[in-house]
Nanobody
Framework: QVQLIESGGGQVQAGGSLGLSCAASGSVDVMGWFRQVPGKERVFVAA????????LFADSVKGRFTISRDYALGTAHLQMNRLKPEDTAIYYC?????????????????WGQGTQVTVSS
């Protein structure tokens, strides 16, 4: 069983930056972030492999978002720069026990509570 505690997020103007952190209790193979706006599906944003630190980003955030993780502390941080209004969503961190980055929701077994990110124009 893995429990995830998310922190960060909030509101910022377009072009600004926000960070999201996720702390995991239990073993992690891959930690990812997804986002969801009301009435739409939850979609993949980014992920990192826990041991190797390999990352993958959705095309919509590539070059603007970065991920770092602290293997010893069991935490990861999603840094979101040059934010756009279309980045507004609830962001969820999630953990997969599959030792390779997957972008499908079904590959992630454990989910955080979600945190709101709002970008105003």
């Amino acid at each position: 069983q893995v429990q995830l505690i998310e922190s960060g997020g909030g509101q910022v103007q377009a072009g600004g930056s926000l960070g999201l952190s996720c702390a995991a209790s239990g073993s992690v193979d891959v930690m990812g972030w997804f986002r969801q706006v009301p009435g739409k599906e939850r979609v993949f944003v980014a992920a990192v492999t826990w041991r190797g630190g390999s990352t993958l980003f959705a095309d919509s955030v590539k070059g603007r978002f970065t991920i770092s993780r602290d293997y010893a502390l069991g935490t990861a941080h999603l840094q979101m720069n040059r934010l756009k209004p279309e980045d507004t969503a609830i962001y969820y961190c999630a953990v997969s026990k599959t030792p390779a980055i997957m972008t499908s929701i079904g590959a992630y077994e454990y989910w955080g509570q979600g945190t709101q990110v709002t970008v105003s124009s």
